[in-house]
């Protein structure tokens, strides 16, 4: 009512556009959901990693509707220059292989995509992981606190636990829970304080007494071993010994995170040889601070330690035990933290190996997810993360009515609530039921299958872009690579084809000359040259090229080189030498088998009408660049730059306005889905 409009969704309505992208950004992009913010600016958070995208931002004015909503700074919208899908990005591979954990579930969308089909490989050792029952709760608020009360008795037995949740916000939500009951723990998410100690936390989850929070766990790339990762806590060891006499820096919190919790956890015992040369290295820490005449930063502290510990890596003890042998007087600080290293990861391993121990007896790692995802692969990767190599383990899911994933399809959970209400007192208490669980995974799949048709549409849609995105990639090529002489012809060409489009736009090969529209034509040609052409038709009238069309009617026959409409300007004498002459005869010919033009009885007069205006805007055209008396490279430079920067402005338009097409008709609720997706 306020904009006086009937329809909000009207592209070509900017007001409507505006108060739909503040309604989408309002409505369908939550911070610590889709986005964090960061150092004044949002941040797009990747939903199947739990990972900041921070060079990605969303088009069509939608990040800057966040950044108005979050009162940021707001920037200049995202311009699309290219753009493919995934799916024919490997299409162009001549050959095309992968390996993941969690094909399986989609293997049919593989066979449909691909022609792919997906072999499983039989587990190196058995697998004995416990998946047990998915549990079910009709409110958000009783299962969280299930979450808790599991999480609280695993931690009580001494299991390492990994809880899994589906956004920043739900994990902070869980962290306060657990503060409130003292149960110490780590939290992984988008933040920065937790996200720059990933690797550490990630190495650490399989600890007795290890709680770890973390957010969609896909593509990790560091394995949960029972008992923790020796060779990072001999790195951690390490780097708390030495790095305080080596930089009085404060640590930057934004880039390398907050410290890891080691609460609750067991300590480790560092034999004589360890602490001996630990203190060494930390000595000699000191002595090169107060040395250096500049005080070292903690980035270039932590980075000397972290090739000292890479040398280590590489070296071996021995060798190292051997070059420090060798030195009579003192050895550098690298090779003392090296050797320091070296001997605290033998008592690391010693130490792990006996908790992994102890861990195994007690069950393993037990895995909490506290949602379904929209696809089972995301889920499976998560169970993954126990049983990793024949170790014990178990995993539960526990899913509430009023989870994301059910609020985002608007899907009918009414019956679950019914039914869990008439099975138990409360709405808080959690069902096992085999007819709850096989309902709320039907809906699952049908999750699954509705994010295909989304991707099957992209790809079909694509497979259309993909003719074009060839046509115009291999054009470019041609005017980046071809010689001078190649980029002029393109020009050529593309001034005979604006004036091929005035041209039939005016006129009827069906139908004789005297019903052609001559004066709009000649209007039209005239300022297409700018004053050049101008000045050369401005005493020719409708009435003159209408007597000089009707005397080659009654010619029959006209000669096609060098040819002049009768009564009319004769074009400069430009084509000079055979590769102009050539490049003329050349298009003549092209008009002669065009078929895509609409023919007529008067085809013929027609095309000559095409030839006379196409030489001679070409003949002025190469008239005014002799005139300018520049060089013939100068002047092909030019040509090739103008070339491409035209090019490139239309394709990027051409993709703004296909991806405008591709979500016309779409319900609005899904663009966000979409959006956060990425194209």
């Given at each position: 009512?306020?904009?006086?409009?009937?329809?909000?969704?009207?592209?070509?309505?900017?007001?409507?556009?505006?108060?739909?992208?503040?309604?989408?950004?309002?409505?369908?992009?939550?911070?610590?959901?889709?986005?964090?913010?960061?150092?004044?600016?949002?941040?797009?958070?990747?939903?199947?990693?739990?990972?900041?995208?921070?060079?990605?931002?969303?088009?069509?004015?939608?990040?800057?509707?966040?950044?108005?909503?979050?009162?940021?700074?707001?920037?200049?919208?995202?311009?699309?220059?290219a753009q493919i899908t995934y799916q024919s990005?490997?299409?162009?591979?001549?050959?095309?292989?992968?390996?993941?954990?969690?094909?399986?579930?989609?293997?049919?969308?593989?066979?449909?995509?691909?022609?792919?089909?997906?072999?499983?490989?039989?587990?190196?050792?058995?697998?004995?992981?416990?998946?047990?029952?998915?549990?079910?709760?009709?409110?958000?608020?009783?299962?969280?606190?299930?979450?808790?009360?599991?999480?609280?008795?695993?931690?009580?037995?001494?299991?390492?636990?990994?809880?899994?949740?589906?956004?920043?916000?739900?994990?902070?939500?869980?962290?306060?829970?657990?503060?409130?009951?003292?149960?110490?723990?780590?939290?992984?998410?988008?933040?920065?304080?937790?996200?720059?100690?990933?690797?550490?936390?990630?190495?650490?989850?399989?600890?007795?007494?290890?709680?770890?929070?973390?957010?969609?766990?896909?593509?990790?790339?560091?394995?949960?071993?029972?008992?923790?990762?020796?060779?990072?806590?001999?790195?951690?060891?390490?780097?708390?010994?030495?790095?305080?006499?080596?930089?009085?820096?404060?640590?930057?919190?934004?880039?390398?995170?907050?410290?890891?919790?080691?609460?609750?956890?067991?300590?480790?015992?560092?034999?004589?040889?360890?602490?001996?040369?630990?203190a060494k290295a930390a000595i000699m820490a000191?002595?090169?601070?107060?040395?250096?005449?500049?005080?070292?930063?903690?980035?270039?502290?932590?980075?000397?330690?972290?090739?000292?510990?890479?040398?280590?890596?590489?070296?071996?003890?021995?060798?190292?035990?051997?070059?420090?042998?060798?030195?009579?007087?003192?050895?550098?600080?690298?090779?003392?933290?090296?050797?320091?290293?070296?001997?605290?990861?033998?008592?690391?391993?010693?130490?792990?190996?006996?908790?992994?121990?102890?861990?195994?007896?007690?069950?393993?790692?037990?895995?909490?997810?506290?949602?379904?995802?929209?696809?089972?692969?995301?889920?499976?990767?998560l169970r993954g993360r126990a049983g990793r190599?024949?170790?014990?383990?178990?995993?539960?899911?526990?899913?509430?009515?009023?989870?994301?994933?059910?609020?985002?399809?608007?899907?009918?959970?009414?019956?679950?609530?019914?039914?869990?209400?008439?099975?138990?007192?409360?709405?808080?208490?959690?069902?096992?039921?085999?007819?709850?669980?096989?309902?709320?995974?039907?809906?699952?799949?049908?999750?699954?299958?509705?994010?295909?048709?989304?991707?099957?549409?992209?790809?079909?849609?694509?497979?259309?872009?993909?003719?074009?995105?060839?046509?115009?990639?291999?054009?470019?090529?041609?005017?980046?690579?071809?010689?001078?002489?190649?980029?002029?012809?393109?020009?050529?060409?593309?001034?005979?084809?604006?004036?091929?489009?005035?041209?039939?736009?005016?006129?009827?090969?069906?139908?004789?000359?005297?019903?052609?529209?001559?004066?709009?034509?000649?209007?039209?040609?005239?300022?297409?040259?700018?004053?050049?052409?101008?000045?050369?038709?401005?005493?020719?009238?409708?009435?003159?090229?209408?007597?000089?069309?009707?005397?080659?009617?009654?010619?029959?026959?006209?000669?096609?080189?060098?040819?002049?409409?009768?009564?009319?300007?004769?074009?400069?004498?430009?084509?000079?030498?055979?590769?102009?002459?050539?490049?003329?005869?050349?298009?003549?010919?092209?008009?002669?088998?065009?078929?895509?033009?609409?023919?007529?009885?008067?085809?013929?007069?027609?095309?000559?009408?095409?030839?006379?205006?196409?030489?001679?805007?070409?003949?002025?055209?190469?008239?005014?660049?002799?005139?300018?008396?520049?060089?013939?490279?100068?002047?092909?430079?030019?040509?090739?730059?103008?070339?491409?920067?035209?090019?490139?402005?239309?394709?990027?338009?051409?993709?703004?306005?296909?991806?405008?097409?591709?979500?016309?008709?779409?319900?609005?609720?899904?663009?966000?889905?979409?959006?956060?997706?990425?194209?």
């Open positions: 009512m306020i904009l006086g409009t009937n329809d909000l969704w009207d592209e070509n309505d900017p007001w409507a556009r505006f108060v739909t992208n503040a309604l989408k950004a309002k409505e369908f992009y939550r911070r610590d959901v889709q986005y964090i913010v960061r150092n004044g600016k949002a941040l797009i958070i990747n939903e199947l990693t739990g990972r900041v995208e921070p060079k990605r931002r969303w088009s069509d004015g939608i990040h800057q509707a966040v950044e108005a909503k979050e009162g940021l700074k707001i920037q200049a919208d995202s311009v699309i220059v990005l490997f299409k162009l591979y001549p050959k095309l292989s992968g390996m993941t954990g969690t094909a399986k579930t989609e293997e049919k969308e593989f066979l449909k995509m691909f022609k792919m089909p997906v072999i499983e490989v039989p587990t190196n050792l058995p697998n004995i992981r416990v998946d047990l029952p998915i549990q079910a709760f009709a409110t958000l608020r009783g299962k969280w606190q299930y979450v808790r009360e599991e999480v609280e008795s695993m931690f009580q037995l001494g299991r390492p636990v990994l809880v899994g949740t589906t956004s920043v916000e739900s994990s902070e939500y869980l962290s306060d829970l657990l503060k409130s009951r003292n149960i110490p723990h780590n939290v992984l998410n988008a933040r920065p304080k937790y996200a720059a100690r990933e690797a550490e936390i990630i190495a650490q989850a399989g600890r007795k007494h290890a709680i770890t929070i973390s957010t969609n766990m896909a593509g990790r790339g560091t394995d949960i071993i029972l008992g923790g990762n020796p060779k990072m806590l001999a790195k951690e060891i390490v780097e708390d010994n030495v790095l305080p006499f080596l930089s009085h820096d404060t640590p930057d919190v934004e880039t390398e995170g907050e410290s890891t919790s080691h609460k609750g956890l067991s300590k480790i015992k560092l034999g004589p040889s360890s602490l001996a040369l630990l000191k002595y090169v601070h107060k040395s250096e005449s500049n005080e070292w930063s903690f980035q270039k502290a932590k980075s000397a330690v972290m090739e000292s510990i890479e040398m280590s890596n590489t070296i071996g003890l021995e060798k190292l035990q051997e070059r420090v042998a060798e030195v009579t007087e003192m050895y550098p600080l690298c090779d003392a933290i090296a050797l320091a290293y070296a001997t605290v990861l033998k008592d690391c391993e010693i130490h792990c190996f006996d908790e992994g121990a102890e861990v195994k007896t007690l069950g393993g790692l037990h895995v909490i997810g506290t949602s379904l995802h929209e696809s089972r692969r995301i889920d499976n990767q190599q024949g170790d014990p383990g178990s995993t539960r899911f526990m899913v509430s009515l009023q989870d994301e994933m059910f609020r985002k399809f608007n899907l009918d959970t009414e019956w679950a609530v019914r039914l869990i209400s008439r099975i138990t007192d409360g709405e808080d208490i959690a069902i096992e039921s085999n007819a709850v669980v096989k309902q709320l995974l039907g809906l699952q799949i049908n999750a699954e299958k509705y994010y295909f048709g989304i991707r099957k549409n992209l790809v079909e849609f694509d497979e259309v872009l993909e003719v074009q995105r060839k046509h115009i990639y291999s054009l470019r090529q041609v005017i980046l690579s071809g010689d001078s002489e190649s980029c002029s012809e393109q020009i050529f060409q593309y001034m005979q084809a604006v004036v091929d489009e005035i041209i039939l736009g005016n006129v009827d090969p069906q139908k004789p000359p005297k019903t052609w529209d001559l004066a709009k034509l000649l209007d039209e040609l005239a300022s297409l040259g700018g004053n050049l052409l101008t000045e050369t038709f401005k005493e020719t009238q409708e009435e003159d090229l209408q007597s000089s069309l009707e005397q080659i009617l009654r010619y029959g026959s006209v000669e096609v080189d060098n040819f002049v409409l009768p009564n009319m300007p004769v074009p400069p004498n430009s084509f000079r030498g055979i590769r102009k002459r050539t490049s003329s005869a050349m298009r003549w010919f092209a008009m002669c088998v065009d078929d895509t033009s609409k023919k007529g009885r008067y085809t013929n007069i027609v095309n000559l009408l095409r030839k006379y205006f196409g030489d001679f805007l070409i003949a002025t055209y190469l008239e005014v660049l002799q005139e300018s008396r520049h060089h013939d490279a100068y002047i092909r430079g030019i040509e090739r730059e103008a070339l491409l920067k035209t090019l490139d402005m239309l394709w990027k338009d051409h993709l703004v306005n296909m991806n405008k097409l591709s979500s016309a008709g779409e319900c609005p609720e899904l663009w966000a889905q979409k959006s956060s997706g990425g194209v």
